[in-house]
Every structure is written in structure tokens, then in C-alpha cells.
């Protein structure tokens, strides 16, 4: 667990991709920060684990089963959101996916997966989000980017393209919604251990090459993540926003 410490007390918080890995980290962190959590995921059963360990923090949940790819089952969603807690302060779009194709292989069905969940998925759970703290005239939304927001890699045009279209809407965002006191920021990982992730580094020519190109030469862990999104949550960033806050052990920087 991240061992910044932020008092969210009151407010609510919506998080997609909850059922695992960095999604499920904020989820966390937040509800030990006071913050009631709307879970989004997939994944009931997935869920049904994180709710259990909010719970064991003393902390209070509700999940909802929401395909972010599937613009209908956002709007139900946060509909329910709405009605359950009659008001949303923060919204973490983490839900995300990779299929590794080089380009010369990439399908349509590939590219269409990847930007349907990354990139149009986190786009209108945004729209959900903000529609609600337009009306409240204050929110935080923290996007679940990636270090691959700004660089290429290897057999990730899909990735890197959806990666991309996330920093930069968000950016539109921010300007749109900034007189509505809604802050819009990008949180940029590179690699994290996850269960996104593990499976890749059995590859050990793989795991070489990422832990070379991070300045600080190790792959993250999720509270590498976690502790800006309480950050970019908090008060203390009430001034930050269209931003891309790398987490990413100086990878993009050299
Ligand atoms: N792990 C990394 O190295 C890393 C690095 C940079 C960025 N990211 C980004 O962080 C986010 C989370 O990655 P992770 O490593 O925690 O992944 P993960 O696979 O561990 O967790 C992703 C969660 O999203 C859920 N999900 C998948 N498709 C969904 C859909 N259509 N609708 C709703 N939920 C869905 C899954 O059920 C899962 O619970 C992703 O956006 C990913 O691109 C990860």
C-alpha cells in the first residue's frame, strides 16, 4: 500500500478496471483514504475480491459489471452510480487491454479491441464522470495512460495509438470542463508488474530490455502508481490539470 496519506473522507470515487492490477491498487488506496468506492469491471468475480478487501480495511464499496467498451453499459452504470451516492468527486479510468501484433500482423478485430476499450472506453466513461461533476461544478479525473502515450514499442501500434488518444483527449477535456472546477489529468506508467504484465516477463530477453531502458532499472510495482493518483485525487493538485504525470523510472526522459 502507497504510504502518501490523503484525507478523502466523504467523497466518492469511481474506478474501472477494479477488478485487478493498478485499477484495483487505486481502489484501494482511495478507500483507505476515506473515499466511498463505485467498482467498474468486467469482471464480477474479480470484483467480488476487491470489494472483500475494502471491506477488510474498513472501507465501503459497490461494484458494478460494465464492459467499458460498450458505450450503453457505461451510461447504466453511472446511472446507478448516481442514484446510489447522489454525487462523484473522483473517476479512475484504468480498464484497459493489450494484444501484442507487429504492424505488419495487426487485425482489425485486434485494433478494434484495443481501441474500443482503451481509448473509446476510457473517452466516455469520462463523459459518464464528467456529465455528473458538471453538474456539482467540481471533480478530478485521472486516466490510466501509459509511458507508450509518447513512445513506440515493439508490436504495440494499437496500444500506443489508444495510449495516445487518452493523453490527448484528456487534454481537450481539461479545457473544456476547466470552468466547471473538473480536473483532467493522464497518469503515465511504464512497465508495472500486474497481471497485465507477468505473463510478458517470462521472457527474460523481454524483462532485459525494459529494466535497460528504465533510468532506475527496475519494473514497477502498482503503489509506484498509486501514490499520484492519490496525489492528482487530493487537494494538492487542485492546480494541476491537462497533464501526463509520468511513473515511468525515467524511461521517456532520456
Ligand atoms: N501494467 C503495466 O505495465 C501498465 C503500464 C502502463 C499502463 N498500464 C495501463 O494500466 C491499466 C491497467 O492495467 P493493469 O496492468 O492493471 O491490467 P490488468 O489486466 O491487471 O487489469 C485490468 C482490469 O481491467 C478489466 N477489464 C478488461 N477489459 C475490460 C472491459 N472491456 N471493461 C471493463 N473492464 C475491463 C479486467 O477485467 C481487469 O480487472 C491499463 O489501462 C493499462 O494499459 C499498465
New binding site residues.
Given amino acids: 500500500m502507497s504510504n502518501i496519506s490523503v484525507d478523502l473522507t466523504g467523497q466518492v470515487a469511481a474506478v ?2 477494479a ?5 484495483k491498487a487505486c481502489a484501494l488506496a482511495l478507500a483507505s483514504s476515506g473515499a466511498q468506492i463505485a467498482l ?4 464480477a468475480s ?1 470484483m467480488e475480491q476487491t470489494q472483500q478487501e475494502i471491506a477488510d480495511l474498513g472501507g465501503s464499496s459497490t461494484a458494478y459489471v ?4 460498450k458505450v450503453a453499459e457505461i451510461k447504466q452504470s453511472y446511472a446507478a452510480i448516481a442514484q446510489n451516492y447522489g454525487n462523484l468527486d473522483i473517476a479512475v479510468n ?5 494484444v501484442q501484433q507487429r504492424g505488419e500482423d495487426v487485425t482489425e478485430e485486434a485494433w478494434d479491441k484495443v481501441l474500443g ?2 481509448a473509446k ?1 476510457s473517452f466516455f466513461c469520462c463523459q459518464a464522470a464528467g456529465r455528473i461533476m458538471m453538474q456539482q461544478k467540481k471533480g478530478k479525473i485521472i486516466n ?1 495512460g ?2 507508450m502515450s509518447v513512445v513506440g514499442y515493439v508490436k504495440r501500434s494499437a496500444y500506443c495509438a489508444s ?1 495516445g488518444a487518452v493523453a490527448q483527449f484528456t487534454k481537450v477535456l481539461a479545457g473544456e470542463w476547466a470552468s466547471y472546477n473538473i480536473t483532467v489529468n493522464t497518469v503515465c ?4 508488474y ?4 507477468e505473463p510478458m516477463f517470462r521472457d527474460q530477453e523481454f524483462k532485459e530490455d525494459v529494466e535497460r531502458r528504465i533510468l532506475l532499472h527496475r519494473i514497477g510495482d502498482v503503489d509506484d502508481v498509486t501514490g499520484t493518483v492519490l496525489y492528482l485525487a487530493s487537494s494538492a493538485a487542485d492546480f494541476v490539470t491537462g497533464s501526463m504525470v509520468m511513473v515511468d523510472g525515467g524511461w521517456t526522459a532520456w
Fill in positions: 474501472t478496471g477488478g485487478n492490477g493498478i485499477g467498474l469491471d468486467i469482471s474479480a460494465c464492459d467499458v467498451s484504468s480498464a484497459g487491454v493489450n476499450i482503451n472506453g490510466i501509459s509511458a495510449k506508467p511504464t512497465f508495472i500486474t497481471p497485465f504484465t
